[in-house]
């Protein structure tokens, strides 16, 4: 990951972050999108997720899961309510930033950068208007241009690279699953209780939204390679390279390697944090987000909505990296 779309300022990546800049911003994230949030819950979810599909005739996956994600986001990060021309806008960024970033740095063309550089600020600066003005008491209550900086970079970072694309790319993986002919889950129902929970694992599981999770210890790099984690037969038995739904205990004990829970720091496990956390502080939102939408789906829409070519649909049956090709469903 070169740091062109951050050049202007930061530099790198929320993830980047100095040791200060980090312990400033984490625990805000934490107050955000944790599990402990305010700023959301179950039935915030639902709503979102009713709302958006109200009147609707048609469903695409995974450019409607990707729209509401980004509006849902928006609301829970910033208290912020994005109109369908703006949601479009920062997903054509957001994919534009993901093919700057992968690149090396000699092959990018100045213009490109400067473009996307421009938009990101353009974003940063709605982001430090919503922050100054959310009254809901997650934000400190006196910050410098600074920190309210650091502050909307970290969420422009976490609405573009973490919660915007981890999350519907899960979803859409998941949505992908149930209605393909090529399932590995072909024809099961999921109507019983703890079935969603259990696929939504399985997909983060099997087709993991983050590879890897780099660290420093001193001046050595190292690279803990998730997507192998999760496929470890010392864990997962000697089929870990088959999707399948295993039991909720099973994936509550090891599935938040996914989410490099871990690297939370002694006391993970019970949810202790610290300002130097460094595992995915939406791990619960990002589940629920998951369970809901695809919960509400088997439960209420799925019986008025059909795929109309199943046998279309493809998606990663090796699991790394995960990718899903696009689908329509229409209301009966």
Known sequence: MNSAFWDRDVKTIMLGFSVANHSFTRPILDKLVGQR????????????????????????????????????????????EVTDEEVAEVIELQAAALGLIVLPRWTLKSATVIDLQDKRAKWLEKYMKAITNDDRGLFPSSMSNEQIFLIATSCLDSILFAGGLSVAGIISTAMSVVYSDNSPIHGQTLTKDGDVDKLVWETARHYPAVVGFPFYEGKQRHAVVISMTLRDPKVWGDDSDSFKLRSVEEYEKYGPVAFAQPSNGPGWREGTLTPMSRGCPGQHLSLAMATHLLGDWIASYKSSFTCENSSSIEFALTGVPAWTSSFKLKKK
């Not at 958006?52 to 509006?71: C, N, Q």
Request: proline share 2%; net charge positive; hydrophobic share 35%.
């Open 37 to 80: 949030s305010s700023a959301w819950n179950k039935t915030t979810i639902k709503e979102s997720f009713d709302t958006y599909m109200a009147g609707r005739t048609e469903f695409k996956v995974p450019e409607d899961i990707k729209t509401w994600s980004m509006r849902l986001l928006h609301q829970i990060h910033l208290n912020m």
